[in-house]
């Protein structure tokens, strides 16, 4: 993935990216998990220059962050809700395919671990998983996402009420 994110704002600042978008393979295969009528508008986002530079940027404190992340221990009461999916990340209907070697049961229970880990960080929390979802389908699926959106309103609708307390 660094090799990937090291190259790809180059060859999105000579437009070689969007000479390419149309190969729903590769780099682009994301865009066809998404609806039809907004594909052209991910293809777009996935072939600007900007897009690699933040993704980079990203990948160079990947580290950091993960750090940053473990030594979290608590939220306070701030409401949260963990939304996850039941299964990995990676399904070959999303256009993934998990790494040779990878045990995708595996996988799952650990990601799912981490998720309830995260929920336990508050009182106020709550962990939705979302039944037949994938990481990509959270963002790409109208059921799926309609999910994530209910979650956000959940939070707001509660920390509204912390607020008028």
């Known amino acids: 993935m660094r090799r990937i994110y090291n190259l790809a704002p180059l060859l999105a600042r000579f437009g070689i990216l969007r000479m390419v978008r149309s190969d729903t393979h590769g780099l682009f295969s994301l865009v066809k998990s998404f609806p039809v009528d907004i594909r052209p508008s991910i293809a777009a986002k996935l072939s600007s220059t900007r897009h ?26 701030k409401p949260l809700v963990v939304v996850a999916a039941d299964s990995t990340w990676a399904k070959q209907s999303d256009g993934y395919k998990l790494p040779e070697g990878v045990d995708g049961a595996a996988l799952d229970r650990a990601i799912l ?42 939070v707001v609708a509660r920390t509204r009420r912390a607020w008028h307390r």
């Open 113 to 154: 671990a981490l998720n309830r880990d995260q929920a336990r960080l508050s009182p106020a929390s709550e962990l939705v998983v979302v039944p037949g979802a994938t990481h990509a389908s959270l963002a790409t699926s109208e059921r799926d996402a309609g999910r994530v959106v209910e979650a956000i309103c959940t």
């Open 52 to 77: 690699w530079v933040t993704g980079a940027a990203e990948m160079a404190h990947f580290e950091e962050s993960a750090q940053d992340a473990r030594a979290l221990t608590s939220l306070d009461r």
